[in-house]
C-alpha cells in the first residue's frame, strides 16, 4: 500500500498520510507524490476541493530525519519544494484533517490550508530549533502573522506544542472535534464547498491571497536556502543523530 493515498470522490480529492509504522512522516517520494497529486487536483475539473488528512492518532511526525539525512532537498525543483510552493499557490480550496501530534511541517503545511479542523487529540509542534534547523514553508512569515510575535517566538524559538484549543483561540483551527469525527466533518465541508460555483471560489481564494503570495513565495526560498546550509551543520547533525540513537542531543560544544 501506498505512504500517500489520493482518492477522488463526489468532486472532493483527498490526500492521506498513509505510513503508521513511521508515524506518517515525510520521505522525498511523499513529498513528490503529493506534489503531483495538488498539480492533478488543479488540473482535473472534477475535483473542486482538497482534504488533507492522517489518521486519527497521527497526522504527521514531519519530515523523515533518516530521508532528510540521506537525501538532503537540492535546491528548489527537490520534491518538498515542490509540494510545498504547491500547497502555497493551490488555487482550489485545501482543508485539513489533523488528529494527534502535526510536527514540523506537519503544523507549518496548515497555514496554507484554507480550513482546518481539529481532534481534541491535536498537537501542533514546530521543533526547528531542537533540531538545529530554522522555520521552513514560510512559517517564520507566517506563524508571527497569525499567532502574534510572542506567541510565535514560543513556538518557533522554544519549539514548544500547543493543543488543539490553544489552536483553534489563535484561529489556525476553525473547529475542534473528537477525533473519531474529525475527518467526517473535513469531508462533509468539503462536499458542502465543491457544490458551490469553482470558479466563485477560485477567485474568491485569489483575490485574498494575492497580496501575500510573492512575499510567501520569496520567504519560503530564504528559509529553504537557509534550511538547505542548517542541514549540513553540526548541530542539526547532532540533533538527528540523537533523535536515531535515541538520546537526547548535546548542543553545548556547539
Ligand atoms: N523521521 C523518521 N522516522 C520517524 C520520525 C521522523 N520524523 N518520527 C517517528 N519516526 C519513526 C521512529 O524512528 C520509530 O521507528 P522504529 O519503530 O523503526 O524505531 C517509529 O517512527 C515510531 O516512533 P516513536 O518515536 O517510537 O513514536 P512515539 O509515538 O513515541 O512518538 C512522535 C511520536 C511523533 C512524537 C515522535 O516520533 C517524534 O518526535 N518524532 C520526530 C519528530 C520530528 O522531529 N520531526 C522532524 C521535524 S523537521
Given at each position: ?7 477522488t ?25 503529493m506534489?503531483?497529486?495538488l498539480?492533478?487536483a ?8 482538497v ?35 504547491g ?13 494527534g ?33 530554522c ?18 517566538a ?60 510573492e ?5 519560503m526560498?530564504?528559509?529553504?536556502a ?17 533523535f ?10 556547539l
Open positions: 500500500m501506498s505512504d500517500i493515498l489520493v482518492h470522490e463526489a468532486g472532493v480529492c483527498t490526500i492521506t498520510f498513509n505510513r503508521p509504522d513511521k508515524k506518517n512522516s515525510i520521505t522525498a517520494a511523499m513529498y513528490g507524490a506534489a503531483d497529486a498539480v492533478a488543479q488540473e482535473d475539473a472534477a475535483v473542486r476541493c482534504v488533507i488528512q492522517g489518521s486519527e492518532t497521527m497526522f504527521s511526525a514531519g519530515n523523515d530525519i533518516a530521508d532528510f539525512l540521506n537525501n538532503p532537498p537540492a535546491g528548489t525543483g527537490s520534491p518538498v519544494f515542490r509540494f510545498l510552493r500547497i502555497a499557490q493551490f488555487p482550489k480550496p485545501l482543508i485539513a484533517a489533523v488528529c501530534p502535526a510536527v514540523g511541517v506537519g503544523t507549518t503545511l496548515l497555514f496554507h490550508c484554507d480550513l482546518v479542523y481539529a481532534g481534541d487529540n491535536a498537537a501542533f509542534s514546530m521543533p526547528f530549533v531542537n533540531l538545529g534547523l522555520p521552513e514553508a514560510a512559517s517564520s512569515l507566517l506563524v508571527p502573522q497569525m499567532l502574534g510575535y510572542h506567541r510565535a514560543e513556538a518557533l524559538l522554544l519549539g514548544e506544542p500547543f493543543m488543539a484549543e490553544a489552536a483553534l483561540e489563535v484561529g489556525l483551527v476553525n473547529r475542534v472535534l473528537p477525533p473519531t469525527e474529525a475527518a467526517g466533518y473535513a469531508q462533509s465541508v468539503a462536499r458542502k464547498m465543491a457544490a458551490k460555483p469553482i470558479s466563485s471560489l477560485v477567485e474568491t481564494k485569489r483575490l485574498m491571497k494575492k497580496n501575500h503570495t512575499q510567501v513565495l520569496a520567504v526560498d530564504e528559509e529553504g537557509s534550511f538547505g546550509r542548517m542541514l549540513r551543520e553540526p548541530a542539526a547533525k547532532e540533533a538527528f543523530g540523537a536515531m540513537e535515541r538520546r537526547k542531543p548535546d548542543f553545548s560544544k
